[in-house]
């Protein structure tokens, strides 16, 4: 024979047992607890191409006003110079893709400018800049 037992009514731990338990963060659970910051002007792989091509073009026509070694260099320091202003300005109020097109282009426009200078000096002893 079994004995009854009265029914105990509700449960008083079912409160505590119903919270989630605090996930290890493995398998993320929701929305995150912080904000998402996203970046306004993205860099991205066309504004890059756009801004080394710009650039391009800026120190070629600029290199083309060069009638000797000497000014062709004098030339690409100046198309440079204003090119990275503009990619200062890029970067604080404009695409930063295209500003780091202009700068990685124009970094390489002045090291060609350089080699120039560099091996019209070595091949006359004279040095072209002066």
């Known amino acids: 024979m079994s004995i009854a037992r009265p029914d105990p009514g509700p449960d008083p731990g079912a409160a505590a047992r119903s919270v989630a338990r605090t996930p290890s963060g493995l398998f993320p659970a929701g929305p ?36 000797d070694v000497s000014s062709y260099a004098w030339w690409t320091v100046v198309a440079g110079l204003l090119a990275w202003a503009t990619a200062l300005v890029l970067v604080r109020y404009g695409d930063r893709g295209v500003a780091t097109g202009v700068a990685i282009v124009t970094a390489g426009g002045w090291s060609i400018a350089a080699a120039v200078v560099a091996v019209r000096w070595a091949t006359s002893g004279d040095w072209p800049l002066w």
Do not use: D, K, N, Q
Not at 37 to 44: A, G, K, Q, S
């Open 32 to 67: 995150p607890s912080r904000p998402t910051y996203r970046e306004p002007h993205p860099i991205t792989g066309g504004g890059v191409a756009a801004g080394g091509g710009a650039a391009a073009s800026w120190l070629l026509l600029f290199g083309l006003l060069g009638t």
